[in-house]
């Protein structure tokens, strides 16, 4: 490589990126990678999930002129990076058992001759004697191990067949090893270096916050309704639903296909066939949402997830990181939702517990509960998500509010003073003499006759029926949650009980408050990451260039995602490029797809600009970065003016004539004069039918996201409403105070309610 500027990247590796991905700027450390991948020197790369490691290992083969080999622990994984690879015009092959006699003799081929610069390979078939004598011949000096994590013991995903790997090490002393993956805490990182014995290796630790990612934690009521709710805040959208077994993920699959989403359901217990079926028809777009164990995780690659949910809590952080991680992949906003109970934990322990049975691997069992420790830890403290996701793998987040969790968006309850119910709990676990469970506890405090109670006398009790008034669901919450803060312990196998500790007795004497968060249902809020994402960019342009992009995909029997990710369309659709060179300068773009449909996708934006009156062709000025809650929005000078003649009655179309700007930056002056303004009607900008079509929209699915409300419309009426209608409505309903929960009695049509001079 030829010397560059310190701290400069390379330009043989942007010529590299520019030429395959159009990408004409590196993310943190991927230059150093590199580097080291060009140099053969041993690595350990760790980026979080859509941090850019594949690219890390995709660019030294190009730079050297030479053949790697990419290990990757799951079949779908590579027939993805393959397809990606290939469609950028990238020569890569892959070796796996779905592979055709006549593709393993083609992909043996390209190895050998040094036409592939990847070949990528299964950790089984790379160390048998045919694996093995094909790298020989082709004379591999450097292997890229994908998932790395999954070498460790202590790691979250530990996969015996990749111990094996130090193997290579032995068959080829001159080879550079390089380690890739994207959730590994300091101790499963020396545990990766020393497995393989990595010898002085570059160790680069990437950021593992994800700022676009926005983190819920919901207490979880009722599951399949709370997850049919996140799931329409995303409706038309990539979802993957989380469960623990393979009969929840079946039931809940057949739930949310009976209420019109198109689901499917995925396990290791199903037949390969259908496993492919599900993950083909997912990345074809033809599925919405998978509901999957955590067999799917690894298995996909679509970069436009929009949202994860867990629907019950996994069994470690890495597990959530890694899952989670499935989410915005391109760069987008995504929302990550886990729907938490104790009982989740409890269920884990007793599956932990089950698979040791029998063994005497008890360091094992004690590793799996001190991570299902840690995610309890993540899912019940009221901090922000993302600064407790990043201090659990060693780093800190440095500002006080993340604005893109629950906590910091301030949907989360304050916690109340509850030490006189958890003195009623605790007084009752004494009672029945610390020997029952959960279940039983809360049957006396409610009063409930069952028969057990009866023959134990507990009725007669003084604690019995002394909380009564609780439902039984969220009495047995409250008795999870002082588990969860230490104030009760539970002990014993199979069957545990309850018992008091030291912290109890302090309870019970008044010597320390109790404080828990009220359960109720909060509102949703946008974050700023969601709201600055769409910001002058033309939603029904974008949406068209969505349809023409799964089109092509399915001329070319790919992903979409393959053809362009959604980070690319956003960007097209705010910049509407007009000539194929304006096409082939948008980041995402490589010469290969700006050659194969270039063209295609030019000609679909002209043909939109012209029909609507836009110029082609706008600034490609990167979106404004969203301010943090103390910053005040101050509406540009030209805003001002809009805000003149909006007060005036000027139309949306006379504004924009006046003012030289595009219809999206006018709806956007015009939505702000709406919040600033609060008028009691929008009838001069929004038709007064199509307002009520979209109230009544709002009522039924939210306003926290426009597709969700598009969606509903269409599907009962057919009607299509534009993005920008159902944005104004949106934003006078929340100006003058309506919302989805709003009490019968309609306003007039385009206005505001009256109000009374009541109370509130």
């Given amino acids: ?79 993805d990076q393959v397809d990606g690879l290939r469609a950028c015009g990238y020569p890569a092959v892959a070796l796996h058992s779905q592979s055709s006699r006549g593709e393993q003799l083609e992909a043996q081929r390209a190895a050998v001759s040094g036409e592939c610069r990847l070949l990528f ?86 950021v593992f916050d994800r700022p676009n990612l926005v983190y819920r ?51 290791a217990g199903l037949e390969a066939e259908a496993r492919r079926k599900t993950q083909d028809d997912f990345a074809a777009e033809r599925l919405d949402v998978v509901v999957a164990t955590v067999a799917f995780g690894m298995g996909i690659d679509r970069s436009n997830v929009r949202a994860v949910i867990h629907a019950a809590m996994p069994k470690s952080v890495e597990h959530y990181q890694q899952e ?46 001190e991570l299902l420790a840690h995610v309890r830890r993540y899912a019940t403290r009221i901090e922000c998500r993302h600064r407790l996701l990043s201090e ?44 029952f469970g959960v279940g039983h506890v809360v049957d006396v405090l409610t009063g409930k006759l069952s028969p057990r109670v009866r023959s134990l006398g507990h009725d007669r009790l003084s604690t019995f029926a002394i909380l009564k008034e609780s439902d039984q669901k969220a009495l047995t919450q409250r008795v999870y949650e002082l588990l969860d803060q230490g104030l009760l312990s539970r002990e014993g196998g ?61 001329e070319r029997v790919v992903p979409p995602f393959v053809i362009l990710n959604d980070a690319t369309l956003r960007e097209l659709a705010r910049t509407r490029p007009g000539t194929l060179a304006a096409f082939g300068g948008i980041g995402g773009i490589g010469q290969r797809k700006t050659h194969d449909f270039g063209q295609r996708f030019v000609e679909a934006i002209v043909a939109h600009c012209r029909g609507r009156g836009l110029p082609t062709d706008a600034p ?45 930056t006018v709806v956007q002056y015009l939505a702000h004069w709406i919040s600033e303004r609060r008028p009691p009607t929008i009838e001069r900008w929004v038709r007064a039918d199509v307002y ?34 159902i944005r104004l409505v949106i934003t006078h309903l929340s100006a003058t105070k309506q919302t989805a929960s709003a009490p019968d009695g309609a306003p007039a049509p385009g206005q505001a309610p009256a109000r009374s001079n009541g109370g509130v």
Avoid at 230 to 254: K, N
Avoid at 506 to 513: D, I, Y
Avoid at 533 to 539: C, I, K, P, R, T
């Fill in 1 to 79: 490589m030829s010397a560059t500027t310190p701290g400069a990247p390379d330009p043989r590796i942007i010529d590299i990126t520019r030429r395959y991905w159009g990408y004409a700027t590196l993310r943190p450390l991927q230059h150093e990678a590199m580097l080291a991948g060009i140099a053969a020197r041993d690595s350990l790369v760790v980026l979080p999930t859509g941090g850019g490691k594949s690219l890390c290992y995709q660019v030294p083969p190009v730079a050297a002129q030479r053949t790697d080999v990419v290990v990757s622990p799951l079949i779908s994984l590579m027939k």
């Fill in 121 to 206: 390979v299964s950790p089984e078939k790379l160390l048998t004697p045919v694996g093995l004598n094909l790298v020989r011949q082709a004379r591999v000096r450097a292997f890229a191990i994908d998932e790395a994590h999954c070498i460790s013991h202590w790691g979250h995903d530990f996969r015996p067949e990749y111990r094996r790997l130090a193997e290579l090490r032995e068959h080829f002393p001159d080879a550079s090893l390089h380690a890739y993956t994207a959730t590994a805490t300091p101790r499963v990182r020396e545990d990766i270096v020393a497995q393989l014995r990595l010898r002085d290796p570059a160790r680069l630790v990437g």
């Fill in 217 to 267: 934690v919901v207490q979880r009521q009722g599951g399949m309704g709370q997850v049919l709710e996140v799931i329409r805040r995303h409706a038309g959208e990539a979802v993957i639903v989380y469960c623990i077994t393979r009969r929840d993920t079946e039931e809940l699959a057949a739930f949310l296909r009976g209420e019109r989403i198109r689901a499917a359901h995925y396990h």
């Fill in 324 to 369: 989670a991680g499935r989410a915005g992949r391109d760069g987008l906003p995504a929302e990550c939702v886990l729907l938490y109970s104790v009982a989740d934990a409890i269920r884990w322990e007793g599956l932990i517990a089950r698979s040791a049975a029998g063994t005497d691997d008890s360091e094992a069992m004690q590793v799996s509960l």
């Fill in 392 to 435: 659990y793998f060693g780093q800190s987040l440095p500002q006080p509010s993340c604005g893109a969790c629950d906590v910091c968006l301030g949907e989360i309850p304050n916690a109340v003073d509850a030490s006189v119910e958890a003195q009623k709990i605790l007084s009752c676990v004494a009672r029945v003499g610390e020997r």
């Fill in 494 to 554: 199979e069957y545990p009980v309850l018992r008091l500790n030291a912290a109890s007795w302090e309870v019970l004497r008044g010597q320390r408050a109790v404080r828990l968060v009220p359960q109720v249902s909060a509102a949703v809020r946008r974050a700023a990451v969601e709201e600055v994402a769409w910001e002058g960019v033309d939603q029904e342009l974008f949406e068209a260039l969505r349809r023409l992009r799964k089109q092509i995909a399915e």
């Fill in 620 to 664: 490609a000025a990167p979106p404004p970065r969203p301010r943090s809650d103390d910053q005040p929005r101050r509406p540009p000078r030209t805003a001002l003016v809009a805000f003149e003649r909006f007060d005036e009655g000027a139309t949306i179309e006379e504004v924009m004539a006046e003012l030289g700007r595009t219809r999206t």
């Fill in 692 to 725: 009520d079509r979209v109230a009544a929209a709002v009522r039924e699915v939210g306003d926290a996201f426009l597709g969700p409300v598009r969606e509903h419309i269409v599907t009962g009426s057919g009607e299509e409403i534009a993005y920008d209608d």
